[in-house]
């Protein structure tokens, strides 16, 4: 069936940016609460510009009964396009073909849906070459979504408010500090609802740092009172971010890098060092003073982990130039079963979860096995486990799978991911390249597919150099933020690839099963709590592909999604 007439390319497929291949209604979207986004291109590709006056967001789309909605994010330049298009006429009408009839004229009608007033849809759609292109659809890919067959829930996604993060936002004015804490935590932005912390100083911060580095040899944490003034900024940031972003529950989960020095084996901030046995109870107890001093503040902890990365301070350190602290196994086990877990159970707060791990896939399930063995029973006080993202691509998700099936019931969140950290990659920012952002979107979606609860990013924002800090460590984030001008931040095809799943996966969306049998195309399915279903897709292919949707109760629809393009398909 050819739809278009004269030669077609895949650049003319492009700039198509949705085709219909039934004659479904379909209305360009219009919300309040939203605003387009301004487009630059930079080297790498495309970012969205905000400033003090302009952001982009997007009100959740909310189909009606025989609706379905698709919000489409495209490398040629769709950034969260809404088409509505309508279930219930599918194989009724028959007259597709005619309105998409060579001789027909009136294709854009019928066949585009997208929202005109994008910026980049005028920048990219020629109509006079869109009406010259060609499509076919001999072969669509079958897609069957059944919500009879269902998996795990969504905890939630967030990002990690660290020192670095705290110190840029700190240099912005206020109006454009608010648009990087709506266009995360708002609804009308991506939906965040978890934020990462870390307790002390971490890698992105302008210098090494921890509570009571003096007095030393205090297992009475003497000095550790109060906030640091450093975190009494950062809770005035995010209670404006909780306030700007209407959000009532952070999820905030709070890590600890290193302890101070003099509690550490080697006395230094990194190289090989553990923590000194004298002190495992000063180290649950120091956890256990900043959960306090938190509440205190009103800025309630949700969760905290065992720690960042525990091998960075044992086999790591060659690579690894910022704080660290150095855990094997089997005295982590010691330490949570016999003074952290305890410490915490007992206390006021002993409703805050507590994460194992926090480090790479290949470390599980192997860390677990050992921490057991050494205390039997010790991993009952771990509501979660916390993966990093690093090595996912030599790591296949089955490990973690394999982890969960020998410990259910605990919430598996990614809780560390960026691009740029290996010695070989590009260091820093490419400012828009699509490239990163579908490294993301795959990996979420294959966790997803897996036995992952939510995700975490890394930081929220970073400079145009992808730091500061204390390291050179210089790393990409999904919002960048001219730290020259002050008067600008990018949103990168990084903060859209995460919107696809965060802002249409509310907590307590139930995965259920979607079968898609391709490489090119990936799928992950969500029953949401308002009952509608939210398929996410990822093509990276370099051509349009042609997807034929089978839902179990609601009948088929099929859709064409542009080459390299991330969609997420919300419907009752
Ligand atoms: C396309 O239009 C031509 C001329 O109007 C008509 O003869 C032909 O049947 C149409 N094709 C389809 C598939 O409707
Ligand atoms: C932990 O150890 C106990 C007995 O020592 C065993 O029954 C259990 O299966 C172990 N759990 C894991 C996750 O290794
Ligand atoms: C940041 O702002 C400066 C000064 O206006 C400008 O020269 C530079 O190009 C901007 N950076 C980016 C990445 O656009
Ligand atoms: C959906 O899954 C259920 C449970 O496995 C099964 O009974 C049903 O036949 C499936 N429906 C379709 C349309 O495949």
């Known amino acids: 069936m050819n739809y278009i007439k004269s030669e077609g390319s895949a650049k003319m497929i492009y700039k198509i940016l949705f085709l219909l291949f039934l004659n479904f209604n379909y209305d360009k979207f219009t919300a309040n609460a939203s605003s387009d986004c301004i487009p630059r291109r930079t080297k790498y590709g495309l970012v969205c510009v905000c400033t003090a006056d302009h952001c982009d967001y997007l009100e959740n789309p909310q189909p009606s009964s025989n609706e379905l909605v698709v919000i489409s994010s495209s490398k040629e330049g769709l950034r969260f396009a809404v088409s509505k298009l309508n279930f219930g006429e599918i194989n009724t009408k028959t007259n597709a073909e005619t309105s998409l009839n060579e001789s027909n004229g009136d294709f854009e009608n019928s066949a585009v849906i997208v929202d005109s007033r ?130 009532e529950h952070l999820k905030i989960m709070a890590v600890a890098w290193s302890s101070p020095t003099w509690m550490k084996t080697n006395g230094q901030w990194s190289g090989i060092g553990l923590l000194k046995t004298e002190y495992y109870q000063a180290w649950a107890d120091y956890h256990l003073r900043f959960i306090e001093l938190m509440d205190a503040k009103n800025m309630p902890i949700w969760a905290i982990s065992t720690g960042n990365e525990p091998l960075n301070g044992i086999a790591f350190f060659f690579f690894v130039h910022f704080m660290s602290l150095g855990w094997i196994p089997r005295n982590q086990a010691v330490w949570l079963n016999d003074f952290l877990g305890p410490t915490i159970r007992k206390s006021k707060f002993k409703n805050v979860l507590i994460f194992g791990n926090d480090d790479q896939r290949y470390s599980y399930p192997s860390w677990f096995i050992q921490m057991n063995r050494t205390r039997p029973g010790v991993l009952n006080y771990l509501d979660g486990l916390a993966v990093h993202w690093y090595w996912d691509e030599m790591f296949a998700p089955n490990l973690i799978d394999l982890t969960v099936a020998q410990l259910p019931g605990k919430i598996v969140l990614n809780t560390e991911s960026c691009i740029g950290d290996k010695p070989w990659q590009t260091h820093g920012p490419e400012l828009g390249s699509w490239e990163r952002g579908e490294q993301y979107v795959r990996d979420i979606l294959h966790n997803l597919q897996h036995s992952y609860n939510g995700w975490i990013d890394w930081n929220l924002v970073l400079d145009e150099q992808g730091g500061p800090n204390y390291v050179n460590n210089f790393v990409d984030a999904a919002v960048i933020v001219n730290a020259t001008n002050r008067a600008e931040i990018y949103k990168q095809p990084i903060f859209y690839g995460m919107g696809h799943f965060s802002k249409f996966l509310p907590e307590g969306s139930v995965r259920i099963e979607a079968k898609l049998l391709s490489v090119a195309v990936e799928v992950v399915a969500f029953k949401r709590p308002d009952q509608r279903i939210a398929v996410v897709l990822l093509n990276s292919e370099s051509r349009a592909v042609d997807v034929l949707l089978t839902d179990s109760v609601r009948g088929e629809i099929k859709i064409n999604i542009p080459a390299h393009s991330w969609h997420t398909i919300v419907y009752n």
């Open 118 to 247: 994008q910026t980049f849809a005028q920048l990219l759609i020629d109509t006079s070459e869109l009406l010259t292109s060609r499509f076919t659809a001999n072969n669509p890919l079958k897609l069957r979504v059944n919500r009879s067959v269902e998996y795990q829930k969504i905890t939630g996604f967030g990002g990690a408010f660290t020192g670095t993060v705290s110190h840029l936002l700190g240099q912005l004015d206020q109006k454009l500090q608010d648009h990087i804490y709506k266009s995360y935590y708002h609804k009308d932005g991506i939906g965040f609802n978890m934020l990462r912390t870390p307790i002390g100083g971490c890698d992105f911060d302008l210098a090494p740092w921890a509570y009571n580095e003096e007095p030393r040899d205090d297992p009475k944490l003497s000095n550790f009172q109060k906030l640091d003034p450093r975190d009494e900024i950062k809770v005035q940031q995010m209670e404006r971010l909780k306030s700007v972003s209407n959000l």
